[in-house]
């Protein structure tokens, strides 16, 4: 998204932009991490080159709250900072995030026609060998219909997880709904133009990801995805560490 648009799989692939686990804890867990990517690849939409991506969450009794950060090597690259607010219960998970992006107006703007954040109201159920997720822009940049309406531009995704060949792996499938000039390039594209007029098939994708324990307490871990996105006829073959 996130230039406006976040990695079905990266997400944290792809999210922070979602909650974190289902187990409610008594007490207050905080985690920090980095993430390097070889491109910045967010529910099918190319956002950008080479990039590290760090995080900081706090969660308790099902609650967190987590902040996630984009910045490319490059200094035309663009820079973003979400900040999510979640609960989970179960299987059950719901959440809001405020994404901001640099290159236009300042973090500290807010008005209408005049901002670079989005904001995102999400619910989501993960059955465990199946998880569907719903998103959608209620603020800010929401993306826009062809007669100029907001669009409130959604994005809906089904996962699977499974292990195979010492491996974890996971395939998602991802659409955005109805009309709106937000996904599949944004409002300059001529892909976005032809897909404006309703669903679009935006992410199709496969990750494969390896653990590895480098020292005692110090685990880390590696992945490969391939991405396609069936409306632009884009394919991406991404590698990251996370540490």
Not at 60 to 78: C, E, H, P, Q, V
Request: hydrophobic share 40%; aromatic share 16%; proline share 2%.
């Amino acid at each position: 998204m996130k230039k406006l648009l976040a990695l079905a799989m990266m997400p944290f692939s792809a999210a922070l932009a979602n909650p974190m686990s289902s187990v409610a804890q008594e007490k207050f867990q905080a985690s920090a991490g980095i993430e390097l990517a070889s491109s910045y690849v967010w529910r099918g939409q190319d956002l950008g080159n080479a990039s590290i991506q760090p995080s900081l969450s706090l969660s308790w009794k099902g609650l967190s709250l987590s902040a996630w950060g984009s910045a490319g090597f490059s200094r035309n690259d663009t820079r973003e900072v979400d900040l999510t607010i979640g609960y989970a219960f179960h299987g059950f998970n719901i959440s809001v995030t405020d994404y901001w992006f640099d290159g236009g107006a300042g973090y500290f703007h807010y008005g209408d026609g005049n901002t670079m954040h989005t904001f995102e109201a999400h619910a989501g159920y993960d059955f465990g060998f199946l998880a569907i997720d719903w998103y959608t822009n209620f603020a800010g940049n929401t993306g826009y219909r062809q007669n100029g309406a907001k669009a409130y531009a959604s994005y809906f995704s089904i996962s699977a997880p499974f292990d195979f060949a010492d491996l974890g792996w996971k395939v998602t499938a991802g659409a955005t709904p109805w009309q709106n000039d937000f996904y599949n390039g944004g409002s300059n594209s001529a892909h976005a133009i032809q897909a404006v007029n309703g669903f679009a098939v935006c992410e199709v994708s496969i990750r494969a990801l390896k653990n590895f324990c480098i020292l005692k307490e110090w685990q880390t871990s590696a992945y490969v995805q391939l991405t396609w996105n069936p409306t632009t006829e884009a394919a991406h073959l991404i590698a990251g560490i996370c540490l």
